[in-house]
């Protein structure tokens, strides 16, 4: 069975063993209020903070998405592996940014088309992960392995970049704060750092010391969708909530009114 056959007929088992659940559920109250977690550390462009307060592109399309269906959302911030036992034990409603891995449709709910397939139309935003290496190195990336790697790769605890980097093969070491990671390749402990693009990129340009020593290879290691993982909870006891929060994330992901926000964002008008 290919991968994807696999991931496919995961997917549509998650789909089948919620199904008669949802069938059989009593009527449950309207939701009032909404819990979504997010990553604790700065992600650059999609969630950050200034002065304690959560900023970012998914953080405005999510404040648009709940003006649409009238229902507050209140984003708690908390490390990433934290956010997603939280989504499985139903203590939030929703996790922001998450990348598939089969490892965690046993935590939440993908959004998915009737066929069982991850629906990427349905995704908060696209991001990329990229090669950071020391000025002098000559580690590359081909775009399905690494070339001239004499060391591990540094990623975020966590993180599914770490996925793809040990089924080459290659040693990995993890650190929380994107910082750090930095800092060990810098230091030789690591050959390179793989991490999410716009977020290693808004790092440097705030720190002249990590930038002097640090650059990004131009071949991305990856770019794939995130998405909004819903509770079990949530899509067993209001299944058309669910699907009106996924549809909803999709229509204001293209609307104008967003493209206005990203606009201003990216010409530093906006979240200063």
Same mark, same amino acid.
């Given at each position: 069975? *290919? ?22 559920? @009593? ?44 229902? /507050? ?21 929703? %996790? ?14 993908? /959004?998915?088309? %009737? ?15 990229? =090669? ?6 000559? =580690?590359?990336?081909?775009? #399905? ?28 070491? #993890? ?47 990856? *770019?794939? /969708? ?12 209001? /299944? #058309?909530?669910? #699907? ?9 992901? @293209? ?11 990216? =010409?530093?008008?906006?979240? @200063?």
């Amino acid at each position: 069975m *290919t991968t994807f056959a696999r991931t496919r007929a995961v997917l549509m088992w998650c789909i089948i063993s919620v199904s008669p659940a949802l069938i059989a559920s @009593e009527p449950q109250p309207a939701l009032t209020s909404l819990k979504f977690c997010h990553e604790d550390q700065n992600a650059y462009p999609w969630v950050f903070q200034v002065d304690g307060k959560n900023q970012g592109l998914d953080i405005s399309l999510l404040s648009l998405v709940s003006q649409k269906i009238n229902i /507050p959302v209140e984003f708690i911030s908390l490390p990433w592996k934290r956010c997603l036992l939280h989504l499985q034990n139903a203590k939030v409603h929703g %996790a922001i940014g998450a990348s598939f891995k089969a490892e965690r449709l046993n935590m939440g709910r993908y /959004p998915v088309t %009737a066929k069982g397939n991850l629906n990427a139309n349905r995704r908060i935003h696209t991001s990329s992960y990229s =090669l950071y290496i020391p000025k002098q190195s000559k =580690l590359g990336w081909n775009g #399905e392995t690494f070339i001239n790697l004499d060391g591990p790769i540094t990623i975020q605890s966590g993180f599914s970049i770490g996925d793809l980097i040990r089924k080459l093969g290659v040693q990995t070491v #993890e650190f929380t704060n994107p910082k750090d990671n930095l800092k060990i390749v810098i230091e030789g402990r690591a050959a390179g750092a793989a991490m999410h693009t716009d977020r290693v990129d808004l790092i440097l340009k705030n720190n002249p010391d990590l930038d002097a020593n640090i650059k990004k290879y131009k071949v991305p290691i990856q *770019t794939k /969708p995130y998405y909004l993982m819903l509770s079990f909870e949530l899509a067993r006891n209001h /299944p #058309e909530l669910a #699907e009106t929060i996924w549809t909803t994330i999709a229509d204001v992901r @293209e609307s104008e009114e967003m493209a206005n926000i990203r606009n201003a964002f990216y =010409l530093g008008s906006l979240f @200063e």
